[in-house]
């Protein structure tokens, strides 16, 4: 089955850098665009960044500059490099795998979700 395993959270001060990573498995993953996900409290999940089988990267306003996503094939691992870290970036982040019909700026995920990583910016 398709597992998305994140890890790499914690608690930054603002201004600070964390480094996302999502193992996956139970699919091909050189053949998927994948993407960051990301929900804060009292909020709806949001969009935050993508990259596509070749690599190309897209990402949502608000982050743009500060987020850097990447993916390594040969490990079927998809990273995201957050610096410049806000207390507005306080959110649980998803990875996903994006459906093969759809794209950037609207990509629909598949409905495979792992438990996520925390990832809180306060001083």
């Known amino acids: 089955q398709v597992q998305l395993v994140e890890s790499g959270g914690g608690l930054v001060q603002p201004g600070g850098s964390l480094r996302l990573s999502c193992a996956a498995s139970?699919?091909?993953?050189?053949?998927?665009?994948m993407g960051w996900y990301r929900r804060a409290p009292g909020k709806q999940r949001e969009l935050v960044a993508g990259?596509?089988?070749?690599?190309?990267?897209n990402y949502v306003d608000s982050v743009k500059g500060r987020f850097t996503i990447s993916r390594d094939n040969a490990k079927n691992t998809l990273y995201l490099q957050m610096n410049s870290l806000k207390p507005e970036d306080t959110a649980v982040y998803y990875c996903a795998a994006f459906q093969f019909n759809s794209a950037w700026p609207s990509p629909r995920p598949l409905n495979y979700w792992g438990q996520g990583t925390q990832v809180t910016v306060s001083s």
């Open positions: 139970g699919i091909i993953f050189r053949l998927y665009a």
């Open positions: 990259i596509t089988r070749d690599s190309i990267q």
